[in-house]
């Protein structure tokens, strides 16, 4: 896990322009919202809260977010919004010139919508219990590793499911990076993580190898996601 480094600006604001203010966490679902913005072009402020690791983090955010989950946006007008999928996708359409998702009236805008409610709806959820499975489980370990085992095959599964129903081109809905590609680049890299994605998701593999290798995040990537030794398959049983 990163060291919290509390706030520490990622671009930093011009006197007149003011910040976004993110609590997320690296390797966290904070993550594709920082990638965006930083594809984007916007001032944004960390604010370092990996949620997981304790009350302390947790207290960081409650102020914004009552869930105590990352990621939470404040926007330079001081509205908050929370939950990832609006997150990415609201940045999206305030930000058209940065062709991060497809226009209202567009033909790919329904399956824009249907795969980034999917990704947060059946499978980002599950890490509610998988990152803590006594949440479900209570004291008893085989019961949570039973969480475990089986949340990694329902993850697997739906990534399947997704695949069936994608004709990817050089990305997930066509030619265009959208927020959807790197909502998946990052969320496929938690357990059961790639190794296991690479199996059942042949197409999508192609996509996501395409956003880890984007040159526009090589050193957003290496800050908030580093590819390290053996990554693809750390932790891939479940
Ligand atoms: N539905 C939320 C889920 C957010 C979420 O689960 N965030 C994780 C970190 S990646 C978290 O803060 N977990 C702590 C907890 O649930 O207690 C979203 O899509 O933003």
Redesign the pocket.
């Known amino acids: 896990m990163w060291c919290d480094v509390g706030p520490h600006p990622q671009h930093r604001a011009s006197p007149v322009e003011k910040p976004f203010t993110l609590f997320s966490a690296a390797g ?2 904070g993550v594709p919202v920082e990638a965006a913005m930083t594809l984007i072009g916007l001032p944004y402020e960390v604010i370092e809260a990996p ?2 690791a304790g009350a302390a983090q ?1 207290a960081k955010v409650a102020g914004v977010n009552p ?5 939470a946006l404040v926007t330079p007008d001081g509205e908050t919004i ?4 609006a997150i990415l996708i609201w940045l999206a359409d305030r930000h058209p010139q940065a062709r991060l998702a497809p226009p209202t009236d567009s033909p790919q805008r329904a399956q824009f919508l249907r795969w980034m409610v999917f990704v ?1 709806a059946s499978i ?2 599950l ?2 219990v998988r ?1 803590d499975p006594s949440r479900l489980g209570g004291p008893d370990t085989e019961a949570q590793a039973r969480i475990k085992a089986a949340t990694a095959d329902r993850i697997v599964d739906c990534w399947a499911m997704m695949e069936s129903q994608l004709t990817p081109g050089r990305y997930l809905l066509g030619d265009d990076l959208t927020v959807l590609d790197l909502y998946v680049a990052v969320v496929s890299r938690w357990g059961p993580r790639r190794k296991r994605f690479y199996e059942v998701a042949p197409k999508m593999s192609e996509v996501v190898r395409r956003v880890d290798a984007d040159p526009r995040l090589t050193d957003f990537w290496d800050q908030r996601f580093p590819f390290f030794d053996g990554w693809e398959s750390k932790g891939a049983a479940g």
């Open positions: 966290s679902g949620t997981w947790q869930l105590k989950q990352i990621p929370t939950e990832s999928a947060p980002y959820s890490f509610w990152d």
